[in-house]
């Protein structure tokens, strides 16, 4: 979710509830925190198959990002659409599953 510090989606999250409807498994669902600020060191020992970055709240791109997590994808994903309520909701669930499976396993 966001970098400097590094923050992830935890328990009960919007974004969270979005990516499990679309079979990704949060490596942070069960943290007694919603929002946990893990290390990069305590990221990359979680070895994830897939790192989810967003650009937005925080704006990742391919070169800022995934270069933290080498030897792992990396799927750049609409925060619009992985974080809003509203409209945007209609044409998530197919715009997030393109862009995850693009870059590697969920």
């Given amino acids: 979710v966001w970098r400097r510090p590094w923050v992830v989606l935890g328990r009960d999250t919007f974004a969270g509830d979005v990516l499990a409807r679309l079979g990704v498994r949060n490596g942070w669902a069960d943290d007694a925190d919603r929002y946990p600020r893990p290390g ?18 925080y704006r990742f791109t391919a070169d800022d990002g995934p270069e933290a997590f080498p030897g792992v994808p990396a799927a750049l994903v609409s925060g619009r659409h992985l974080t809003w309520y509203g409209p945007s909701l209609a044409e998530a669930p197919a715009l997030l599953a393109a862009q995850l499976a693009t870059e590697g396993p969920t």
């Fill in 40 to 57: 990069l060191d305590e990221l990359r020992a979680r070895a994830p198959d897939l790192v989810v970055l967003p650009d937005e709240p």
